[in-house]
T-cell receptor, first 116, second 114 residues
Framework: AQKITQTQPGMFVQEKEAVTLDCTYD???????LFWYKQPSSGEMIFLIY??????QNATEGRYSLNFQKARKSANLVISASQLGDSAMYFC?????????????FGKGITLSVRP | DGGITQSPKYLFRKEGQNVTLSCEQN?????MYWYRQDPGQGLRLIYYSQIVNDFQKGDIAEGYSVSREKKESFPLTVTSAQKNPTAFYLCASASGAARWGEAFFGQGTRLTVV
């Protein structure tokens, strides 16, 4: 079974509007971390936001917020006031303990296009 | 400056050859990871390591090998057994499992079989 599921096809949003990118995850560990990364066409991976499984409040970083619904195992990224520079691929990831190791698994990503 | 460095940026390999991709970090991170990314696709985990001289297979380890002789270094060898090695390879590092910090990525190596 997939650990991280991102099923939305390419997403489009109008500049200055908000957009939500969906992510569901699957783990039986009580302790884990959830991440979102942005990958522009240059290929670099840019960290956006992190949510710990024990965090009581949803994480926020500037225009980015993470809508964490633990019971539903979802960790959706909300981008407010979209900008043209937000056009990129977005990846959801989960880090979980695997014995003495920590495994970091990514979803397949969502392409976001911001329209002027 | 602290960071994670991958080299080379571009690599061309003839069929049947082994090639090694370099990944070095000076962040004092325990965990290191190798991923493969195909065009328009997500990142698939090849190998990961938490401590020196120990590493684990990820989801697509066949045709690849790694070593972790030093904390700072985690080279990936793409062997001739890897049938379709042309892809973008990304290395990442992260702090120990006790602290769920972000993973830092290198700039990637684009490998092409010619």
């Amino acid at each position: 079974a997939q650990k991280i599921t991102q099923t939305q096809p390419g997403m489009f949003v109008q500049e200055k509007e908000a957009v939500t990118l969906d992510c569901t995850y699957d783990t039986s560990d009580p302790s884990y971390g959830l991440f979102w990364y942005k990958q522009p066409s240059s290929g670099e991976m840019i960290f956006l936001i992190y949510q710990g499984s024990y965090d009581q409040q949803n994480a926020t970083e500037g225009r980015y917020s993470l809508n964490f619904q633990k019971a539903r195992k979802s960790a959706n990224l909300v981008i407010s006031a979209s900008q043209l520079g937000d056009s990129a691929m977005y990846f959801c990831a989960m880090r979980e303990v695997n014995g003495a190791n920590s495994k970091l698994t990514f979803g397949k990503g969502i392409t976001l296009s911001v329209r002027p | 400056d602290g960071g994670i460095t991958q080299s080379p940026k571009y690599l061309f390999r003839k069929e049947g050859q082994n090639v090694t991709l370099s990944c070095e970090q000076n962040l004092n991170h325990d965990a290191m990871y190798w991923y493969r990314q195909d065009p328009g696709q997500g990142l698939r985990l090849i190998y990961y390591s938490q401590i020196v001289n120990d590493f684990q297979k990820g989801d697509i380890a066949e045709g690849y090998s790694v070593s972790r002789e030093k904390k700072e270094s985690f080279p990936l060898t793409v062997t001739s057994a890897q049938k379709n090695p042309t892809a973008f390879y990304l290395c990442a590092s992260a702090s120990g499992a006790a602290r769920w910090g972000e993973a830092f990525f290198g700039q990637g190596t684009r490998l092409t079989v010619v």
